[in-house]
């Protein structure tokens, strides 16, 4: 009996230790990864880098979204003739977009290296939304707090849950 209680203390004790190195194995794996930030990539026209770190940035935003995947919007920082068909293309969509409505548990996202022209599409494309249209959506501005408020200012008649991150 002796000895059927040491095995079994024995079997315990390897138990608990194996379970106490996995959960430090698993939380050093977890923590760097969980950390771990795009960074903000300093050249507009890095259209790589802007959609690695505005895409992370989204991901970490999502909270009260219960649709499959979000409506991301990213708006070209360029002048050149192809970036402002890009954006306008991009316009287009959103008015549309916003002119059948949205299904409430949806997100939309709008992110772009140039914080001003991303205002400027949002605000252009909901100056003719329906007061109240978009109960239950919410909308992610990613840019720069001095333009915050005229997108909260054409957003908020519309009853979206307006959620602003700074670059």
Known sequence: MRKFALIAALALAATL???ACNKQQDDQQAGPAQAQQVPKPTNPNDAKGWNDYLGDLVQKNLQGMTA???FAYLV???DTDEAKANNQRQL????????RGVLPGNLMAFAGANSGKTAD?????????????FKDVIVLFIGDKADEQRVTDVIKPTGATFHFVAM
């Open 17 to 19: 230790s194996l379970s």
């Open 68 to 70: 499959s995947q979000p």
């Open 76 to 78: 070209d920082a360029g």
């Open 92 to 99: 287009s969509n959103v008015q549309d977009s916003v002119a």
């Open 121 to 133: 599409l949002l605000v252009a494309a909901f100056k003719d939304a329906k007061p109240g249209s």
